[in-house]
């Protein structure tokens, strides 16, 4: 094959080849003494491959001339190349959380000064919940790991026959991170798998209604502080999400209600 469509066919440039004939890492099958044209053949794609793998996994040329040269054998490259690809994976999966985290903190300033929002002081009353929990090291950790406890409980309560209440969660903060409970209200019997906790009446919450998706809902939280400050009060206990209305689907269309137990000073 001529060195164009050796590289057509190997997914690489002429220019990248040329180099890799000068560093001596893959050698033409043939010049032409007369053209210098260079020719390769099918089986040096196998090298090739190897090449442009090693070179994916970070190394260097001169190391890929030394691996190649040790004959690096199919199991230990695939093995080396399951490996980088689960260290970019878990990368990708960072990057993708820290995101999250700057948009959820860019509405937020956005949002600031709007203060349009509709606060209810009431009691709350006691509950029996169905729940999991989980430790987090921050906020910004909590969204991929919550979706599957829910779907553990609501599970667990089907495949008791029971009808769930609403689903609920709740937050304990303190310096080593974040305790997360997640579950959904629950007057039956014990279920497998699944904690049973029973939250107290609270006397006095401030609440809220937050509508759409989870991913603007720190907008929401964060509103509380204006009304505690204006009203001298301060929180207390545990506050709560309660899921009214959750279609599938449709987060956007979602109605949570935020409630904050508060004590005035």
């Not at 040096?44 to 001169?62: E, M, T, Y």
């Not at 909590?142 to 029971?162: D, S």
């Not at 509508?211 to 907008?219: F, P, R, S, Y």
Request: proline share 5%.
């Amino acid at each position: 094959m001529k060195i164009g469509d050796f590289a057509r066919i190997g997914g690489v440039s002429v220019r990248m080849l040329r180099n890799y004939d000068e560093l001596g890492l893959l050698v033409p099958a043939h010049v032409d003494p007369w053209t210098s044209y260079r020719s390769y053949t099918a089986s040096q794609l196998a090298r090739l491959n190897r090449i442009v793998a090693l070179r994916g996994l970070g190394f260097g040329l001169d190391a890929i001339g030394t691996l190649l040269d040790e004959n690096l054998g199919v199991e230990q490259l695939e093995g080396m190349l399951r490996l980088r690809r689960a260290e970019l994976a878990e990368q990708l999966q960072a990057t993708s959380d820290q995101l999250r985290a700057v948009e959820a903190r860019l509405r937020l300033i956005e949002g600031e000064g709007m203060t349009e929002r509709e606060f209810v002081v009431k009691a709350l009353p006691a509950l029996q919940v169905a729940e999991k929990s989980f430790r987090v090291a921050g906020p910004e950790e909590i969204g991929p790991r919550v979706g599957p406890l829910f779907g553990q409980v609501f599970g667990a309560v089907a495949a008791a026959g029971g009808q769930p209440g609403p689903g609920i969660s709740y937050y304990r903060m303190d310096e080593d991170g974040l305790e997360c409970h997640a579950g959904c209200v629950w007057g039956g019997e014990a279920l497998p798998g699944v904690d049973l906790v029973d939250l107290p009446a609270v006397t006095e919450a401030v609440t809220q209604l937050h509508l759409g998706a989870m991913a603007t809902i720190g907008e929401s939280w964060q509103a509380f502080g204006a009304w505690l400050e204006e009203n001298g009060a301060e929180p207390c206990g545990l506050s709560r999400e309660v899921y009214l209305e959750t279609p599938p689907g449709d987060e956007d269309a979602w109605v949570t209600e935020l409630q904050m137990p508060f004590v005035r000073r």
